[in-house]
């Protein structure tokens, strides 16, 4: 029996649907005002569950109650070193009434499994545990290092994957699989995003005296305006994809005013909007900083007493793409045909990941590709298909082995 086969064997259809099922059933939504609302107890149920198969394990604290696990087998320094990344925190499950099925109950019904975090991205952090743990049960020593990294904060501000690049094991990655939902297509490229506060600042007044004040509500119209235009420039600068969608810019929060509480005679200090910028391979960061100081400009000037400015939340997170001649994505074009027998389908990432931070802070080729419907996540009774969920466990391990063997 080969090496291949030796792994295939050890990825049962049963014990990874347990496994995804038993990490569904912990809730990590992260609620600021919670001291239990993290991703600690999940985090500590992946650990438990590593040491028990032998591996190397490294728990990172990020933040309170947010850490890190990374388990490993091999060695740094022999050869190549990958990394399976998923991570654990899961969004709000929102109104529990919504859902056919409790969100954090993982029912297993017709071949899903339902639950908050069963697609984004429990699922694919179990293909991936499974996947790494099938080299140590079938005794086929990676011929190099393979990391599988658990981390905290993905769906916020991406704590988890920043503290990971500022570590040693981190800085020694040579690739990434990014297991997130993806239908198991080899996606080359994703989008990235800046999410740009912008705040109007004018002067409070007597709503029935309006000249005494700068009143910064209408300004937001002249700004909510300006958006097509420049998200039509953005568009002229990007490169054409195959695989992603056009940059988009979209206001998503409105508010007014910014401090205090809202009176109606009252004419507030300030407003503010936040867009939601998503970009693709093309733009850079000077670049979309430029256009949107641009369209602050031309608010403020039609707007005479208003004062606006802008700040990203959180660091820009770069669109990346990656060749199609790159080892890893040879790798996984490989391990899809060997697992499935059909050739492999390749894609992109409307959104945003972790492998951003990691291929621009890190400069490592990364490639997502993981079990769930993409346009699931999110919503209520978001599932994942078991099938997927088998097939990408058995595409990650024969992955791993051949990009490892180089």
């Known amino acids: 029996m080969n090496a291949i086969q030796k792994l295939l064997e050890q990825i049962r259809d049963t014990e990874l649907v347990a496994l995804t099922r038993d990490l569904v059933r912990i809730p990590s939504v992260y609620r600021r005002d919670d001291p239990d609302a993290n991703e600690s107890k999940v985090a500590s149920f992946i650990e438990a569950w590593f040491r028990r198969e032998g591996f190397g394990v490294e728990v990172q604290p990020v933040a309170p109650g947010r850490p890190n696990v990374i388990a490993w087998l091999g060695e740094a320094g022999r050869g190549r070193t990958l990394l399976l990344e998923g991570h654990t925190d899961v969004v709000t499950e929102g109104d529990p009434a919504e859902w056919s ?43 190099g290092r393979l990391v599988v990294g658990a981390l905290a904060d993905e769906e916020g501000a991406m704590l988890g994957v920043r503290h990971l690049c500022r570590t040693p094991i981190g800085r020694q990655l040579h690739a990434a699989i990014i297991c997130e939902p993806e239908q198991n297509e080899i996606c080359l490229e994703q989008r990235g995003v800046v999410w740009a506060r912008v705040r109007l600042r004018g002067r409070m007044a007597h709503g029935a005296m309006p000249e005494a004040g700068a009143n910064p509500i209408p300004p937001i119209a002249t700004l909510l305006r300006e958006v097509p235009a420049l998200e039509r420039r953005l568009r002229r600068i990007a490169l054409r994809s195959r695989y992603l969608q056009p940059p988009t810019v979209t206001p998503t929060v409105l508010r007014a005013p910014i401090q205090g509480v809202p009176q109606a005679n009252v004419i507030p200090a300030g407003s503010e909007l936040i867009l939601d910028v998503r970009l693709t391979p093309g733009i850079d960061g000077d670049g ?59 894609g ?59």
């Not at 908050?116 to 952090?125: E, N, P, T």
């Not at 890893?328 to 074009?333: K, S």
């Not at 990691?358 to 993981?370: A, F, K, N």
Request: aromatic residues 6%; charged residues 25%; hydrophobic residues 40%.
């Open 288 to 346: 979309v900083r430029g256009e949107i100081e641009g369209l602050c400009r031309r608010v403020e000037s039609a707007h005479p007493g208003i004062k606006v400015e802008w700040e990203p939340l959180g660091a820009l997170r770069p669109p990346t793409k990656v060749a199609r001649e790159e080892p890893l994505v040879q790798a996984l074009g490989w391990a899809v045909k060997k697992v499935t027998g059909r050739a492999p389908r390749y």
């Open 101 to 143: 099925h409790p969100p954090f109950s993982a029912d297993l019904v017709d071949g899903r499994i339902y639950g908050r975090g069963a697609a984004d991205m429990k699922g694919g952090l179990a293909a991936a545990m499974l996947a790494a743990a099938a080299f140590k049960r079938a005794g086929v020593r990676p011929p």
């Open 348 to 406: 992109g990432v409307p959104g945003s990941t972790d492998g951003t931070i990691l291929h621009s802070e890190l400069g490592i080729p990364i490639v997502t590709c993981g079990p769930g419907n993409r346009l699931i996540p999110h919503q209520a009774d978001e599932y994942v298909e078991t099938r997927e969920l088998v097939e990408a466990a058995r595409i990650y391990a024969v992955a791993a082995l051949k990009f490892l063997e180089g």
